[in-house]
């Protein structure tokens, strides 16, 4: 499984851009690996916005050292979080993103 807190699992798995009529050749499946079944990507442009825990949040609203004051501040109050929330504009079914901003804990 590759998950985002192991750096080293992050080779087992990759989008590859190719341009158009660049010579290519597929490569088997490592033994014993079934490999994934081929899919096309489709992409959506879209806005995204950090979570209130960000770094640069943090930073732009004054970096809190301590949790509980941090927790308390008015960038994670319900009304700012909502309003955050509905601007993201996502589509609901997809946890990956090409740039933008990182949703911590998907994928």
């Known amino acids: 499984m590759v998950h985002p807190e192991y750096p080293g699992t992050r080779p087992g798995a990759r989008v590859l851009f190719v341009p158009a009529g660049t010579p290519t050749r597929r490569h088997p499946a490592p033994d014993g690996l079934p ?3 081929e899919v096309a990507l489709t992409a959506q442009a879209g806005l ?3 979570t209130s ?3 640069g949040v943090r930073a732009a609203f004054g970096d809190v050292t301590d949790s509980r004051a941090w927790r308390r501040h008015p960038v ?3 009304p700012f979080a909502s309003a955050l929330r509905a601007l993201d ?3 609901s079914g997809s946890g990956h993103r090409l740039g933008g901003h990182a949703v911590p804990g998907t994928g």
């Open 89 to 91: 504009n996502r589509s």
């Open 76 to 78: 994670n109050a319900r």
């Open 35 to 37: 490999p994934y079944p």
């Open 48 to 50: 995204s916005v950090p």
């Open 53 to 55: 825990d960000a770094p």
